[in-house]
């Protein structure tokens, strides 16, 4: 058992970050779009909320096809979302208030309109060799371009590879076609990317984010998957920790707050991506615990989550990341997942939302890693009331309500599945205030606002002792306040009941149980005596041995 705790658990157990998704979160100049003199505008809010470090989603110039996550400059800004000048005065502005910018580098694929693949496009081998280019079939023509190299599946529906007449070739798109995938075996791709990463680095940057990281490593030759999508072909691919190692060493990034986003992958991986030793990256935001409400692996159709899988994942990620010195990024919400309180807790009237909302921050916020975050998730924020599917703009959910449709669903069942699983779910402007549009624009905003806005927002939160925003300052300031929260082992606990969530963190002779009721019932509790209330989202203790519906509940015996 640890006493104290290492350097790198202290250091970045200690952070909690923060994600902006610039489009929703404030917009300074009244265009509909959230932008950086937006996220100026509100530092102060985060800096009463306590948060460290700010993840700020691609701002770099993009036709935003996928919203910023397909860029076309790697080294300005997008005039959308401000200029060079305001990007300098952000990051003063939050240095002064103690917080770093983490960036997000979208290194996986470059969009259509990056000036490498317009010179690939026309013809010039260099740039040719940037991008995965396949050659067709002699005689393909654009009616009928034969095959694709593989039968690898875009993570946005369709077919991975898109054909080019003019060249005769086909290219990887492992997401939208206008996102073309960077062939990172070629030397000369990892040098530029390198550079990227020195180019931020010497404009004060000193955090970073990876999208889709452990995708980046193709394999050496096409081959069709006759078991599933094609993941298992490029996920966590032959050369990625090489990869990994080079851009650190060279991008200058070694020790820096970083973390990668790994689609798919396995401990073992994430250990090596995040273990000090390894000299890659700071930590891993993995996914398996957000597909325990999809039936069979498939995101577009609904079950209820399956709660005593979810706790077997976080065990086994918890327990065994600790083991082999790894670090996790610890989240339920993102810029890509419906909001977590509507999914894993109770939107459905007043009171288990407030309690559901805050049990789940209980229930991320005390384990070993470090939190981050989503905007909104801090105010309760749940996925909006959109009735039509004209009101989404996601180009995922775009394609896969037509997709559920052509796979023989109603028109109606097609919508209800987008609306529980859209990415738009997380994606409405942040509720500041119960003005017109809540206070994020003086326009109507690129999407929607949803309709709880006139009394779920920050501004009525702000003064109130009982709301989700208080409760979690309270728990950012614990785990400042706490080593064995930042630091203590950790250990899971067998579970009273199927839908409790209970683990144990030790650090010398403290200890704190952790106890997390995923149900609107009463269910049975262990054994308390003894200890004293560190946080809870009830007041006062609960008599005997029962957790209230949806209790999230940490005690501590020092
Ligand atoms: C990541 C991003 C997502 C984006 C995708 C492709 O998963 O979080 O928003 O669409 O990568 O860049």
Not at 59 to 67: A, E, I, K, L, R
Not at 425 to 436: A, I
Not at 530 to 552: C, F, K, Q
Request: negative net charge.
């Amino acid at each position: 058992m640890s006493c104290v705790i290492s350097e790198r658990d202290a250091r970045l157990g200690s952070k909690i970050a923060y994600e902006i998704y610039i489009r929703s979160f404030n917009d300074s100049n009244n265009d509909g779009v959230g932008d950086l003199r937006g996220i100026t505008e509100r530092l102060d809010y985060l800096a009463t909320l306590g948060v460290d470090c700010l993840w700020i989603t691609p701002f770099f110039p993009s036709p935003q096809n996928d919203n910023g996550y397909d860029v076309s400059d790697y080294c300005a800004i997008e005039p959308k979302f401000g200029t060079m000048e305001d990007f300098q005065e952000l990051s003063r502005e939050a240095a002064a208030r103690g917080m770093d910018l983490m960036l997000d580098m979208v290194f996986n694929h470059t969009s259509t309109e990056h000036e490498w693949f317009k010179r690939a496009l026309a013809g010039d081998s260099k740039y040719l060799a940037y991008y995965k280019f396949v050659d067709a079939e002699p005689g393909a023509t654009e009616e009928d371009p034969g095959t694709p190299p593989t039968n690898w599946e875009s993570k946005f529906g369709g077919n991975a590879w898109e054909y080019v007449p003019s060249l005769n070739k086909w290219y990887l798109h492992l997401f939208d076609v206008t996102q073309a995938d960077l062939n990172w075996d070629n030397p000369e791709v990892r040098a530029e990317l390198a550079n990227v990463l020195r180019f931020w680095r010497s404009n004060g940057v000193s955090a970073f984010r990876f999208d889709v990281v452990n995708l980046i490593s193709k394999p050496a030759t096409w081959e069709d998957d006759h078991e599933g999508d094609g993941r298992r072909f490029y996920t966590d691919g032959p050369h990625i920790h090489e990869y990994l190692q080079e851009m650190v060493r060279e991008g200058g990034i070694d020790g820096l707050m970083t973390v990668g986003e790994m689609s798919s992958t396995s401990i073992d991986n994430c250990i090596r991506y995040s273990n000090p030793d390894c000299h890659e990256l700071g930590m891993a935001f993995s996914f398996h615990h957000l597909k325990v409400d999809y039936p069979d692996g498939e995101k577009w159709a609904l079950m209820d989550p399956d709660i005593a899988e979810l706790r077997r994942l976080f065990a086994d990620w918890q327990e065994q990341m600790a083991e082999g010195g790894g670090w996790n990024a610890l989240f339920w919400s993102n810029h890509d997942q419906p909001r977590p309180n509507s999914r894993f807790g109770d939107d459905s009237t007043h009171a288990s939302w407030l309690l559901s909302s805050k049990m789940l921050a209980v229930c991320t916020h005390l384990m070993r890693g470090t939190p981050y975050i989503y905007q909104g998730e801090e105010l309760g924020m749940t996925n909006p009331d959109f009735a039509s599917i004209d009101q989404y703009r996601d180009v995922e959910s775009i394609n896969y309500y037509r997709i559920l449709q052509e796979r023989g669903h109603s028109p109606k069942e097609a919508f209800h599945i987008v609306h529980e699983r859209s990415r738009d779910d997380s994606r409405t402007p942040v509720q500041w205030d119960d003005t017109q549009y809540a206070g994020f624009s003086a326009v109507e905003p690129w999407i929607g606002v949803d309709g709880s806005y006139t009394w779920l927002n920050a501004a009525a939160e702000s003064n109130d002792p009982n709301s989700v925003l208080t409760f979690f300052k309270r728990l950012i300031a614990l785990r400042k306040a706490e080593p064995i929260i930042q630091g203590g082992d950790i250990r899971f606990v067998d579970e009273p009941a199927p839908c409790v969530i209970a683990y144990e963190r030790t650090l010398g002779d403290e200890r704190v149980l952790v106890q997390c009721n995923f149900s609107g019932d009463e269910q049975p509790a262990l054994d308390l005596s003894g200890g004293e209330v560190l946080v809870s989202n009830y007041d006062g203790a609960a008599d005997g041995a029962i957790l209230r519906p949806w209790e999230g509940t940490a005690y501590i015996w020092r």
